[in-house]
């Protein structure tokens, strides 16, 4: 019977006693990914950049709720920074065991206009910014054999979008760099995944022109939006030991956009 939990089920604090790294979890996604992650027991740092303010609030929120969770500041883009950032985590908690890629921008813009700092931009936040901390605690899950690294990829890495070559490109190379990894660290108990998000409220999609809004909609099957905490469930499916033997997958989380 407790096997059959294992599997069939999420158990409220099945995260109990880990520790997890969710970058850009100030705002949307990656705040519901990180009050989720804490509901299951896990400790969560909270990464920001520029919003330390709503960082703090949803440090707040989860201790409010019985979690635990710190905010900590660092460009993610920034090599050298997500070094200091991991070494100090390991230095005050010991261990890293979940990791969520979530910290994206757009900068959108057709072709023909697309500047080399709107692309450069793109690409280095979502893309190497992905690279930077799985290049920083891969050495760590290497040594304690286990770890799991949730990457939040986009409908647009796989469909590709008319105004987000950047974006599309930046979300389909997370895709390789998801499937790569995997493949490197599957025999050493670490599950690399990525979870591709369709249309989901938060501020990024709150931008769309309404034009732009009853276009997406459209494309939807479900004909919704949906909500961060549509994501967030996903992530705490991969995070936890119900997801142990997948690997190198592409979640599509998106109403039916991209089947
Ligand atoms: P938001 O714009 O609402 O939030 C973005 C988050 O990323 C913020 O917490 C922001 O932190 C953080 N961030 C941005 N740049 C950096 C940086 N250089 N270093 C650290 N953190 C950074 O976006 P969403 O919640 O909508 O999106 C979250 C993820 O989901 C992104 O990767 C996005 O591409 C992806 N996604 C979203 C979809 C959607 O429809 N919303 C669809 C598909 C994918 P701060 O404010 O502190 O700088």
């Not at 709720?65 to 908690?93: P, T, W």
């Not at 813009?109 to 700092?117: A, C, V």
């Not at 796989?158 to 599957?186: C, D």
């Given at each position: 019977?407790?096997?059959?939990?294992?599997?069939?089920?999420?158990?409220?604090?099945?995260?109990?006693g880990?520790?997890?790294?969710?970058?850009?979890?100030?705002?949307?996604?990656?705040?519901?990914?990180?009050?989720?992650?804490?509901?299951?027991?896990?400790?969560?740092?909270?990464?920001?950049?520029?919003?330390?303010?709503?960082?703090?609030?949803?440090?707040?929120?989860?201790?409010?709720?019985?979690?635990?969770?710190?905010?900590?500041?660092?460009?993610?883009?920034?090599?050298?920074?997500?070094?200091?950032?991991?070494?100090?985590?390991?230095?005050?908690y010991?261990?890293?065991?979940?990791?969520?890629?979530?910290?994206?921008?757009?900068?959108?813009?057709?072709?023909?206009?697309?500047?080399?700092?709107?692309?450069?931009?793109?690409?280095?936040?979502?893309?190497?910014?992905?690279?930077?901390?799985?290049?920083?605690?891969?050495?760590?899950?290497?040594?304690?054999?286990?770890?799991?690294?949730?990457?939040?990829?986009?409908?647009?890495?796989?469909?590709?979008?008319?105004?987000?070559?950047?974006?599309?490109?930046?979300?389909?190379?997370?895709i390789?760099?998801?499937?790569?990894?995997?493949?490197?660290?599957?025999?050493?108990?670490?599950?690399?995944?990525?979870?591709?998000?369709?249309?989901i409220?938060?501020?990024?999609?709150?931008?769309?022109?309404?034009?732009?809004?009853?276009?997406?909609?459209?494309?939807?099957?479900?004909?919704?939006?949906?909500q961060?905490?549509d994501?967030?469930?996903?992530?705490?499916?991969?995070?936890?030991?119900?997801?142990?033997y997948?690997?190198?997958?592409?979640?599509h989380?998106?109403?039916?956009?991209?089947m």
């Amino acid at each position: 019977m407790e096997e059959s939990n294992k599997f069939f089920s999420i158990q409220a604090g099945q995260l109990t006693g880990k520790v997890a790294l969710v970058t850009g979890a100030s705002r949307g996604i990656g705040r519901a990914i990180a009050q989720a992650l804490a509901k299951q027991g896990a400790a969560v740092l909270v990464n920001y950049n520029g919003s330390r303010e709503r960082a703090l609030e949803v440090v707040d929120e989860i201790e409010q709720s019985g979690g635990q969770a710190e905010a900590v500041g660092c460009d993610v883009a920034d090599f050298a920074a997500c070094g200091k950032l991991v070494e100090d985590i390991i230095a005050k908690y010991g261990h890293v065991d979940i990791l969520v890629n979530n910290a994206g921008v757009t900068r959108d813009n057709l072709i023909l206009r697309m500047t080399e700092e709107e692309y450069d931009k793109v690409l280095d936040t979502n893309l190497k910014g992905a690279f930077n901390t799985i290049r920083h605690l891969s050495r760590y899950f290497l040594k304690q054999r286990s770890g799991k690294v949730i990457n939040i990829s986009s409908v647009s890495g796989v469909m590709g979008n008319a105004g987000q070559s950047n974006y599309s490109a930046s979300k389909a190379g997370l895709i390789g760099l998801t499937k790569s990894v995997a493949r490197e660290l599957a025999g050493k108990g670490i599950c690399v995944n990525a979870v591709a998000p369709g249309y989901i409220s938060t501020d990024m999609t709150d931008a769309l022109s309404e034009k732009a809004r009853e276009g997406l909609l459209q494309m939807i099957p479900m004909g919704k939006i949906g909500q961060p905490e549509d994501i967030a469930q996903m992530v705490v499916f991969l995070a936890g030991s119900g997801s142990d033997y997948i690997t190198g997958q592409v979640i599509h989380v998106d109403g039916g956009m991209a089947m």
